[in-house]
């Protein structure tokens, strides 16, 4: 069952002294419950665009976009979007901890103190047990992300929408931050929305993988990765199916990408 | 305090002993007359005997009165006003013709009408310290509150924050530093204001005895009320940096 739909969902901003500049032409997409689905886009194709409007902060100028079958119109309390800039989204003068209970407090018949105990348990789960006391800037990047993906999950939303959450770290704790995903989406039964313009990433993590063009957007693929569940996000990247997957999406990214090829798609 | 601090302060306080030193000096040599400019000695004395005899404490607290109302209030509707301008169209395009008319007048020159509507009491002091408090403040609040980071609203939005309630607890926390800039310069500006609005009603407080010692030719006395109106524009700026920096506590280091 789709728990996310958007329908002929289409954006165009406002351009100087021009007409509107269309970044994203009648997207079509139904998002199952409990599935991982990548988006995978070059830089600038409007994948932070369409994930707003999925998460309800931006309107689209035509088409619908529901969660759990009703019209959004602001942010439904179903998903939580996580920023790509992830550093900017957290809140300066508060404690990770006091970040993190952000996404509770405000809830009726929660205490300042439950929510800090609840913030408390998603710190743990994102191994960070230890630095509520922190200031978001006396973290690393990366950990500043943990902060911002403990904040989403404290919210205990069905869907997560990420925004390229991984795409501003290092190598190496880009993996540790994919193995930290896949193991929370396991065990919660999240429905999670990845942006990317990874390829690896897109395809170790996910069971479906949207392939956006170039502006104007539309999908251009929807791929079925196959590859067998529960799966560890970096021995994946040794099996064949994988493999063929990289090299088909890279392939298609490329050649859509090439210069003069904008219209062809 | 910390000893590198007092390392600091050191030379600047050495030279200011040194210049009353020179004064002294130059006011026993003839130099300087005596009954312009008494020797800081003789100044002293008369300010020892002010504070001693307890006599500071009238006139002091009524000058602070003037100054921490007056700056309460003002803050609080320039805050208020500034928010409401960043945040909602129609109050900016209402009030901003109204604030830019006003801002660059120098409130001491409202003083005179509102002696008029208001007598001169302490009602018509406070309002015109609030009056001058006010600007300088909304006009900081404005701007920091129209900087705060669309990510950080956005952010408040996708976890179900209400309007009202980020505004609260997101825009204004985020505009804080700018609007503590904005009180600063206020904070000056308050004694400023109730000093003078003392001297033209000639009615109690610094400003009024300053301005009666003179009259009356008690010239030790018109310049030891004058160091205790610098001392106390010295504790006020203090405690403000104080309380500032408890406030912005949480804003990293630049080294
Ligand atoms: N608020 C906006 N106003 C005008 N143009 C915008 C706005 N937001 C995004 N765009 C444009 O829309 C396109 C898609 O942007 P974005 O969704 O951020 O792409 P991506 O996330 O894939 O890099 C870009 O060309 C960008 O310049
Ligand atoms: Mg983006």
């Known amino acids: ?265 | 305090m910390r000893p590198e601090r007092l390392l600091r302060l050191l030379p600047g306080l050495a030279f200011l002993a040194l210049l009353l030193l020179a004064l002294e000096g130059a006011v026993n040599a003839g130099l300087i007359r005596r009954a312009l400019m008494p020797p800081p000695s003789a100044i002293w004395e008369v300010l020892r005997d002010l504070v001693l005899s307890g006599e500071v404490l009238g006139p002091l607290s009524a000058t602070l009165r003037l100054v921490f109302a007056g700056f309460a209030i003002g803050s609080v509707i320039g805050i208020a006003l500034g928010a409401a301008m960043a945040w909602w169209a129609p109050a900016y395009r209402l009030l901003e013709p109204l604030v830019e008319m006003i801002r660059p007048l120098p409130k001491s020159a409202l003083v005179p009408p509102l002696m008029l509507f208001l007598g001169i009491g302490d009602t018509m002091k406070i309002t015109s310290v609030a009056l001058a408090v006010t600007f300088p403040v909304l006009v900081n609040t404005l701007q920091g509150v129209r900087g705060v980071d669309r990510v950080l609203l956005d952010a408040a939005r996708t976890h179900g924050w209400g309007t009202a309630r980020a505004l609260w607890h997101v825009v204004l926390p985020a505009a804080l530093p700018f609007i503590l800039a904005g009180m600063r310069t206020s904070l000056g500006l308050a004694l400023i204001i109730a000093v003078l609005s003392e001297m033209l009603t000639g009615q109690g407080g610094l400003g009024f005895l300053i301005l009666d010692m003179q009259r009356s030719f008690l010239i030790r006395q018109m310049y030891a009320w004058l160091v205790i109106l610098a001392l106390v524009g010295l504790a006020l700026n203090a405690l403000f940096a104080w309380a500032e920096a408890r406030a912005l506590h949480w804003q990293a280091r630049t080294p």
């Open chain 1, 1 to 265: 069952m789709a728990i996310l739909e958007l329908e002929a969902v289409e954006k165009s901003f406002p351009a100087r002294g021009g007409p509107a500049m269309l970044a994203m032409d009648r997207i079509s997409l139904a998002v199952r419950e409990g599935e991982f689905l990548s988006i995978l886009g070059p830089s600038g194709c409007g994948k932070s665009t369409l994930l707003q409007i999925a998460a309800g902060l931006m309107p689209p100028s035509a088409g619908t976009v529901r969660v759990a079958g009703r019209p959004v119109t602001g942010p439904p309390p179903e998903a939580v979007y996580v920023f790509q800039q992830y550093g900017r989204s957290l809140l300066p003068w508060r404690t990770v901890r006091d970040n993190v209970a952000f996404a509770v407090e405000h809830r009726p018949g929660i205490s300042k103190a439950r929510a800090r105990e609840l913030a408390d348990v998603q710190l743990a789960a994102v191994a960070l047990t230890g630095f509520g006391d922190h200031f978001p800037w006396q973290l690393s990047g990366g950990m500043q992300q943990r902060v911002a993906l403990a904040r989403a999950l404290a919210a205990e939303p069905k869907i997560m929408l990420l925004d390229e959450p991984f795409s501003a770290v290092d190598a190496l704790t880009r993996l540790d931050l994919h193995r930290l995903m896949l193991e929370l989406w396991e065990k919660r039964g999240l429905t999670v929305v990845l942006v990317t313009h990874d390829v690896e990433e897109a395809v170790a993590l996910s069971d479906r993988v949207a392939l956006l063009t170039k502006r104007p957007s539309t999908i251009a693929r929807l791929v079925e990765t196959g590859l067998p569940r529960p799966r560890d996000a970096v021995e994946v990247r040794e099996t064949p199916r994988f493999l063929e997957l990289r090299h088909e999406l890279l392939d298609a990214l490329l050649t859509r990408h090439a210069p003069g090829d904008g219209h062809a798609a």
